[in-house]
């Protein structure tokens, strides 16, 4: 099953903003966009971002998340230790009738 | 609060059975359509399986088709997958997330499966 294609890693300083990219196709990105999901080690994931980029309750204003074509983007700013973290798109394919994700995008923060 | 609580993983050889559970509370469970995504140690996620909330339809991703069967039982306010024929690149932490539109929104802590001899 093809995945969405994010970077394996991204670092920023503290403070600083950072912007992990999801890259699919028609399919699926281009399709209904993909959601975003944060990843703490040895925690299940946690949704940070509907595909139509709205973010679920509780959620701090600092992630945001949009889309332009067959890529989707999250934004973070204001960078804090907490968002130290893997970072997931997933996305419907309707070309394979399921789920795809992304590899993942482990955010070192400095 | 929602919870969702998975169960039934464990050791298992090689061509063996499994057949996870995930007991679900806090929501109208019958009102959703819920997912098993797994991750094997040290790797990403993958979406496993999809049910609807009323069991007309199921999905499945290719390296379990054939395989695995997902199942639910809305009176119980359960999710059930069956996996057989289970290999070692089955082995990961499998996950049950309940979905909303289409975004996975709440998740179980996962049950591990390993395969192995």
């Known amino acids: 099953q093809a995945g969405l294609t994010q970077p394996p890693s991204v670092s920023k300083d503290s403070r600083q903003t950072a912007t992990l990219t999801c890259t699919g196709n028609s399919n699926n990105v281009g399709y209904q966009g993909a959601s975003w999901l944060q990843q703490h080690q040895g925690h299940p994931p946690k949704l940070l971002s509907y595909?139509?980029?709205d973010r679920p309750s509780g959620v701090s204003e600092r992630f945001s998340a949009s889309r332009s074509g067959n890529t989707a983007s999250l934004t973070i700013t204001g960078l804090q230790p907490e968002d130290e973290a893997d970072y997931y798109c997933?996305?419907?394919?309707?070309?394979?009738?399921?789920?795809?994700f992304g590899g993942g995008t482990k955010l070192t923060v400095l | 609060e929602v919870q969702l609580v998975e169960s039934g993983g464990g050791l298992v050889k090689p061509g063996g059975s499994l057949r996870l559970s995930c007991a679900a509370s806090?929501?109208?469970?019958?009102?959703?359509?819920m997912n098993w995504v797994r991750q094997a140690p040290g790797k990403g996620l993958e979406w496993v399986s999809s049910i609807t909330h009323s069991s007309s339809h199921t999905y499945y991703a290719d390296s379990v088709k054939g395989r695995f069967a997902i199942s639910r039982d809305n009176a119980e306010n359960s999710l059930f997958l069956q996996m057989n024929n289970l290999r070692a690149d089955d082995s990961a932490l499998y996950f049950c997330a309940r979905e909303t539109s289409g975004d996975f929104d709440y998740w179980g802590q996962g049950t591990l499966v390993t395969v192995s001899s």
């Open positions: 997933v996305a419907w394919d309707t070309s394979l009738s399921g789920k795809v």
């Open positions: 806090g929501f109208t469970f019958n009102n959703y359509a």
């Open positions: 595909k139509n980029n």
